[in-house]
């Protein structure tokens, strides 16, 4: 009998615990799906505060979100996010405004791996 409890809260622990992938976007998430070379979507509009995002590669090659302002000083980067890898991408008290997104990797955003986030 207890090794049936010590394997049930075993299981418990392994599900609450998040992350790879079995686990969904969290509620309220903006997902964006990331993809040689592109966003999908390219337009986001989010209220200022904190943002989260569910970044979904759907590539081939390792992709990020990062997001640079209008004056170009970048104010958030998200971890690189393996090809056919999803990843939370929590942003906290992004000002009212326009930025550009894009992905830092080498030769992305120059192919078109770029969009716009607005802030209201």
């Not at 903006?30 to 979904?56: N, R, S, Y």
């Not at 990020?64 to 998200?78: E, K, M, V």
């Not at 056919?84 to 030769?107: K, L, P, R, S």
Request: proline content about 2%.
């Amino acid at each position: 009998m207890r090794a049936l409890a010590v394997g049930m809260a075993a299981v418990a622990l392994l599900a609450g615990c998040g992350g790879g992938s079995g686990s969904g976007a969290p509620a309220g998430s903006i997902q964006v799906t990331m993809t040689e070379f592109k966003f999908d979507p390219a337009t986001i509009t989010a209220a200022h505060g904190k943002v989260v995002f569910w970044l979904i590669n759907s590539g081939t090659t390792q992709h990020d979100l990062a997001i640079r302002d209008s004056g170009g000083t970048r104010i958030a980067t998200s971890e690189l996010v393996s090809a056919g890898d999803t990843m939370e991408f929590d942003v906290n008290d992004i000002a009212a405004g326009t930025y550009t997104i894009f992905c830092t990797q080498q030769g992305h955003e120059g192919s078109g791996m770029k969009g716009t986030l607005t802030i209201t």
